[in-house]
């Protein structure tokens, strides 16, 4: 049976939507002490309990509305008036989303690729490095980054799609980037970009608006070129302006469609 961090970690991965309510002070006699964990999903079920009774019953009730605000908060609870239960002592829970981790899909694992992996994944993004050619798979060492070696679209219908997913795009052929491209731009995603020359985004942007009737709404979602212009040179440098770009939607700064003022 899996324990409750196990739990919480299956969560982050993906599983369905949960918060987690942990007991943070007590006062006086409790079912539980200070460090008890229960999940609550958003359907009221659970996994672990903070005591039972009464004050199990509110506190799912307090969870499940949590749902709604994504604010987390803290609750007291006073046992005896609030809860008709016997111990008389107070306890304080608090309780949170369990954030589930952004996803970030590198699709093609050559120089730059490579490079983007390493950087992302020290800054919270559960990467998956995605290519064809089994050699350059390979050659990616890290135990951290999660990879792939699959024809593209296999691994396209095997991959989950969310709002917290980050999609970047620079394999070995321009009619393959345009693929993936089509395929996730009708995807749910965080952030989509594809890498390339301005020549590049305006042969596509045409080849999609006339033939693959994706709308001028749906292009202008697509970060191509990809990343902030800072004059980036090689593939280490072209990545950490790609991860630049990751991390400004992440936390919501308006460099989306902008360029950086330095």
Known sequence: MKNIFEKIIEIQKGGKEAVICTIVNTKGSTPRKVGAKMIVYADGKIF???????????????????????????????????????????????????????????????????????????????????????????????????????????ALKLLPFDEQTYICIMTYSHPVDRDILAFCVKKPFAYLGMIGSQRKVEVTKKMFSEGLNISEEELDKIDMPMGIDIDAEGPEEIALSILGKLIAVKNKISLWKKELQL
């Open 48 to 154: 672990g309990t903070i005591g039972g009774g009464d004050l199990e019953k509110t506190v799912i009730e307090n969870a499940v509305n949590l749902f709604e605000t994504k604010q987390p908060k803290l609750f007291r609870h006073d046992l005896l008036h609030q809860h008709s239960m016997c111990c008389g002592g107070t306890v304080e829970i608090y309780i949170e989303p369990i954030m589930k981790k952004n996803k970030l899909y590198i699709f093609g694992a050559g120089h730059t690729g490579q490079s983007l992996a390493k950087l992302a994944k020290d800054f919270d993004f559960e990467t998956v490095l995605i290519d064809d050619r089994k050699e350059y798979v390979d050659d990616c060492k890290s135990k951290e980054i999660n990879k792939m070696n699959l024809p593209f679209g296999e």
